[in-house]
């Protein structure tokens, strides 16, 4: 697998923590898991950050169930700061996962694992 937890951030959003920092490559046309929850749980994408010189569409799924596909032109990244909110979540129990259509070098996502994150 390309990606790793790296370490964890003690933070809280939405009541629940801690932050799961996940750090790896992506490769073209792959399914990689970004983080497995309990089977009782979801995994929040609450930050991620990347950049590519390549055009490319990073599709984000729930186990095998498209959530949502976000298309960078040449040389653009995304930088979603922790703080932002909630980018996308997996069902329960389900694993979050990226597939890009070309692969990108480094990229670091944000997790936090929760049956659900309340913003007040």
């Known amino acids: 697998m390309a990606l790793d937890e790296l370490y964890t951030l003690p933070i809280r959003i939405g009541g629940v ?6 750090s790896g490559s ?15 749980k979801c ?14 569409n990073i599709t984000y799924k729930s186990g095998s169930d498209t959530i949502v596909t976000v298309e960078l032109a040449t040389n653009q990244g995304i930088y979603d700061k922790v703080s932002e909110g909630i ?4 069902e329960m129990g389900a694993v979050l996962i990226a597939n890009p259509s070309v692969s990108v070098s480094s990229a670091v996502f944000y997790v936090i694992e929760a049956k659900s ?4």
């Open 17 to 22: 923590g801690p932050v799961h920092v996940i």
């Open 117 to 120: 994150l309340v913003f007040e």
């Open 43 to 56: 995994a929040f994408l609450v930050g991620q950050l990347f950049s590519e010189t390549d055009a490319t």
């Open 26 to 40: 992506l490769t073209s046309s792959t399914d990689e898991i970004i983080y497995t929850p309990a089977a009782d």
């Open 87 to 90: 980018i996308t979540a997996s």
